[in-house]
Nanobody
Framework: QVQLVESGGGLVQAGGFLRLSCAAS????????MGWFRQAPGKEREFVAT????????GYAGSVEGRFTISRDNAKNTVYLLMNSLKPEDTGVYYC??????????????????WGQGTQVTVSS
């Protein structure tokens, strides 16, 4: 059974930073790409970032590129999202997700059947 547990959310002022973590279990983590998505109040869930099973391929939404960095530690079965220069529009629930099969690298939430419970990020102006 795949389990994903996020942590690291909180309240931060605009311009600040947070680092989210996602601990994974129940899958061979080192063979899976991982993704981060977010959902703002009243909006649909959207793609934020993804990292391939080996960290050679990284993908970001245009709205976060240059400010957010996704990384992973395969020895710890953990993926991270470092968020710098946070803006109020970054507010939302952030979800870690794993795709349906090893090696699949995608920005589309429909290809991610495994989700964490989410962690709230609130950026005040």
């Amino acid at each position: 059974q795949v389990q994903l547990v996020e942590s690291g959310g909180g309240l931060v002022q605009a311009g600040g930073f947070l680092r989210l973590s996602c601990a994974a279990s129940g899958l061979t983590f080192s063979t899976y790409a991982m993704g981060w998505f977010r959902q703002a109040p009243g909006k649909e869930r959207e793609f934020v970032a993804t990292i391939s099973w080996n960290p050679d391929n990284l993908g970001y939404a245009g709205s976060v590129e240059g400010r957010f960095t996704i990384s992973r530690d395969n020895a710890k079965n953990t993926v991270y999202l470092l968020m710098n220069s946070l803006k109020p529009e970054d507010t939302g629930v952030y979800y870690c997700a794993a795709p349906s099969r090893p090696l699949l690298y995608s920005r589309h939430s429909s290809e991610y059947p495994y989700w964490g419970q989410g962690t709230q990020v609130t950026v005040s102006s």
